[in-house]
């Protein structure tokens, strides 16, 4: 298994700029979810999914940001415009929500940095 | 609101030296607590608890937790240079369809 897959690895981009963060979940996963982690805050919950369907947005620092899940392996986020403040590491991670206890599996990360 | 909080938020020890990491918790509708480990990338699964008293184990690290008192512990023992990393604690929430709480995490940093 391949396990999560982001892209791109690594943006620098200038602010004001469209970012688009890629996610391939783990095949047959059924939630997925979307971080940020700086130094200052930590690992932030911005936004999950569950069967394609946005759960709870509540993480979502503002109206730049919007996350799609067009289908079970694909989805996005995306900042528009892009500030300084969002540069971050952004993870997305997968897990099997089956009615028991699932672990999270987390993809490796895409380092954005806002100039 | 729901939280959870690591300490310390460093620790600096020698190869050899043994480790405890402190996760305790403030959350209503528990389910279970997990431990990662965060190197260079991205964070990995270390271990899930959901009963009190009941020890987890792999190798040098252990894990327990403590539901009465709201809290878990990590311990590594004979720690290696490889150990160094940011180890997380989350915690799931019943009825909340996986969602889990990150602590801010510990950094452990180990010299030869």
């Known amino acids: 298994d391949a396990g999560v897959i982001q892209s791109p690895r690594h943006e620098v981009t200038e602010m004001g700029q469209e970012v688009t963060l890629r996610c391939k979940p783990i095949?047959?996963?059924?939630?997925l979810f979307w971080y940020r982690q700086t130094m200052m805050r930590g690992l932030e919950l911005l936004i999950y999914f569950n069967n394609n369907v946005p759960i709870d947005d509540s993480g979502m620092p503002e109206d730049r940001f919007s996350a799609k899940m067009p289908n079970a392996s694909f989805s996005t986020l995306k900042i528009q415009p892009s500030e300084p403040r969002d540069s971050a590491v952004y993870f997305c991670?997968?897990?099997?929500?089956?009615?028991?206890?699932?672990?999270?599996?987390f993809g490796p990360g895409t380092r954005l940095l806002v100039l | 609101e729901d939280k959870v909080v690591q300490s310390p938020l460093s620790l600096v020890v020698h190869e050899g030296d043994t480790v405890t990491l402190n996760c305790s918790y403030e959350?209503?509708?528990?389910?279970?607590l997990l431990w990662y480990k965060q190197e260079k990338k991205a964070p990995t699964f270390l271990f899930m608890l959901?009963?009190?008293?009941i020890e987890k184990k792999s190798g040098r690290l252990s894990s327990i937790l403590d539901k009465k008192e709201l809290f878990s512990i990590l311990n590594i023992t004979a720690t290696q240079t490889g150990d160094s990393a940011i180890y997380l604690c989350?915690?799931?929430?019943?009825?909340?369809?996986?969602?889990?709480?990150f602590g801010t995490g510990t950094r452990l940093q180990v010299f030869p």
């Open positions: 095949s047959g996963h059924n939630s």
């Open positions: 991670a997968s897990s099997l929500l089956a009615g028991g206890q699932e672990t999270q599996y």
């Open positions: 959350v209503t509708n528990f389910r279970s």
């Open positions: 959901t009963s009190s008293g």
């Open positions: 989350a915690v799931d929430l019943l009825y909340n369809t996986d969602k889990l709480i």
